[in-house]
């Protein structure tokens, strides 16, 4: 996962969370905005999206997935959410250290049971005359 650099606008954020290291930290996006020392963009209050885990949301993902945190409980009408511990970060929910992350029992659920034969160009298509049912001439 690329990382925020240290300078970035939201690297304060990172560092709050860090220095707590609590399980959970419930923020109001007002106490954000005072951490960060910036206004959140106007997207932050207005698209759920925006407060994604998914790390190639958006720089401030970057910060609390660095201090080893995910959102949760993400409340837009109260513009309030929990930074929880993540337990891809080395700590379970419980935040209990862990050996290693562990990937979910479906990962890789069907590998090897599709085989592709040698010579078989699936980019061909598979009824080379297809496009005749689209000709204006019936006789062709």
Do not use: C
């Amino acid at each position: 996962m690329p990382t925020a650099p240290a300078t970035s606008k939201y690297a304060p954020l990172q560092r709050h969370l860090e220095s707590l290291g609590l399980k959970n930290i419930p923020m109001t996006f007002a106490e954000i905005e005072r951490v960060v020392g910036a206004k959140l963009p106007a997207s932050a209050r207005k698209h759920r999206p925006w407060w994604s885990n998914n790390p190639s949301n958006s720089v401030i993902t970057h910060a609390w997935r660095n201090a080893g945190y995910r959102t949760a409980q993400v409340d837009m009408a109260g513009e309030t959410l929990v930074f929880e511990k993540a337990s891809d970060k080395g700590t379970d929910p419980n935040g209990a250290q862990t050996s290693e992350k562990k990937e979910h029992p479906i990962f890789g659920f069907m590998k090897g049971t599709v085989t592709i034969p040698p010579g078989v160009d699936l980019t061909e298509p598979a009824d080379p005359d297809w496009g005749k049912v689209y000709d204006d001439d019936p006789d062709q």
